[in-house]
């Protein structure tokens, strides 16, 4: 349940090994998950860390400049106070060598997709981060439990911080390819809003009364997985295909856009607005930020996003109730996803165990019926279609114009 890019590869390692594969998609596959950047950072999860003393006063003088937006009911009662219980702490024993696992897995099965054809623009370059104190990032980088290799550089007439473990990718692309190869392998991909699973029969309910029989279900929902009691959030963000010529691949602290170079275009991101909601107003704004930074461009396609993040930051992998749960990778899903879809089609598969990614860190989870349905829509009705947007937009999350 969920075709973004963690669902993608829990039903690619699970179409691998020869299981039957459906996956269950409310919209268009890998509708949220292609608005990111595509910036992978294997070894650098410090930027997940939104549990850390000092993110939220960082956070509020981000929302009080107009760069990150709060609106009500995106958090739940039960998410508050396991931040509440994070916030300033270590998490706990077993975490940083499970997290170096997933950033390991996870370049290891992208280098050998892209080895044997590389159609998404995967490449290993670094990462410029410019707008920060770069003294203070070396010396944080140098007491990080996963030792990323950093080192002082200059981009786009600024001093910054090069990250020399990360690489990129079009995320565009990969889904089409990813699509492609679970086609090739006879999975089906049905266009449909899950709205819950009978527990006995492991049956999923689907709208308009369908069902589709499953020995195992994985749901790997994004944020609507919290349906099921795993505290996660929606950091809503925007993703621009454009044509601006950027020289380098950056993220610009100050303005919160990050810049990928492709094939003759650029993506561009920001925000992260706690935002479950169908105005996508703030779009506007990468926009204009972007523009400051690299002067006019086209812009070819846009996609809206929520990064699912958990209290702690640490993604969720773990059997709750008869399912299988895989969310919460926060500013990470793309980096982690080959390994997070692996542990889960392991669950599924009735082998492994969540370890330190368990959901129980946060208390009991609710399992037992699931109705994830009942969570569709902050709004409360049941939204599968085209989000709705303000009248700049069509009605439509992913649109092609020319400016
Ligand atoms: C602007 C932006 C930039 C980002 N940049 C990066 C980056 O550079 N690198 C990186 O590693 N990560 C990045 N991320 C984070 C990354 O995109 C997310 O962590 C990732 O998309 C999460 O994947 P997911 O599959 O868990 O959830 P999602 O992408 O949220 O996918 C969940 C899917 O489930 C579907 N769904 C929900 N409910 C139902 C239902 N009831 N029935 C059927 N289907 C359902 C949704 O339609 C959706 O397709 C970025 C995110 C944003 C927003």
């Known amino acids: 349940m969920g075709g973004g890019i963690l669902g993608l590869f829990a039903a690619l390692h699970l179409a691998r090994e020869g299981a039957d594969v459906a996956v269950l998609e409310r ?28 993110y939220p006063a960082s956070y509020l003088r981000m929302a009080l400049r107009g760069d990150a937006r ?40 992208y280098r050998a997709m892209a080895e044997a054809s590389n ?8 990462l410029h981060e410019v707008g920060g104190d770069v003294g203070a990032a070396l010396e944080e980088a140098r007491r990080d439990p996963l030792s990323p290799r950093v080192e002082a550089g200059e981009c786009c007439g600024m001093e910054s911080l090069v990250y020399l473990d990360a690489a990129r990718l079009s995320t565009g692309a990969f889904i089409s390819r990813i699509l492609g190869e679970l086609r090739g392998l006879g999975a089906r991909i049905v266009r449909a809003a899950a709205l819950g ?16 029989g499953a020995d195992a279900v994985v749901v790997a929902a994004g944020y609507r997985t919290r349906a099921l009691g795993v505290p996660v959030a929606p950091f809503k963000g925007y993703g621009f295909l454009t044509g601006a010529r950027a020289r380098a691949m950056f993220v610009d602290l100050r303005s919160g856009i990050a810049v990928v170079p492709l094939r003759g275009r650029s993506k561009l991101t920001g925000r992260f607005d ?32 929520y ?26 899903g793309w980096t982690y996803a080959p390994a997070l879809g692996r542990l889960a089609a392991d669950l599924a598969l009735g082998r492994g165990s969540p370890g330190a990614l368990g959901a129980g860190r ?5 399992g037992g019926v699931l109705r994830i349905g009942s969570d569709i829509g902050s709004e409360g009705t049941l939204k599968c279609g085209p989000q709705p947007g303000p009248p700049w937009i069509p009605p439509s999350t992913r649109y092609t114009w020319r400016a």
């Open 197 to 212: 699973v009978r527990p006995a029969s492991g049956e999923v309910l689907l709208e308009g009364g369908r069902t589709e």
């Open 307 to 332: 990064r699912p993040c958990t209290p702690d930051g640490f993604p969720v992998v773990d059997r709750v109730g008869s399912v299988v749960v895989a969310t919460g990778a926060c500013r990470l």
């Open 274 to 305: 706690l935002d479950a909601g169908g105005d996508h107003s703030p779009a506007l704004r990468v926009l204009r930020r972007g523009r400051e930074a690299l002067g006019d461009f086209a812009v070819y396609e846009m996609a809206v996003g």
């Open 27 to 54: 919209g268009e596959p890998g509708e949220w998950s292609r608005a990111a950047a595509g910036i992978l950072e294997f070894t650098r999860f410090s930027i997940n860390r939104i549990s850390a003393r000092g």
């Open 70 to 109: 709060i609106r009500a009911g995106a958090l739940g009662a039960r998410w508050v106070l396991s931040y509440l219980r994070a916030w300033g702490r270590e998490p706990p024993s077993g975490m940083w060598e499970a997290v170096r696992w997933l950033g390991e897995y996870s370049r290891s099965e």
């Open 362 to 366: 946060f208390g009991p989870p609710r």
């Open 119 to 126: 159609d998404f623009e995967y490449a290993e370059e670094p």
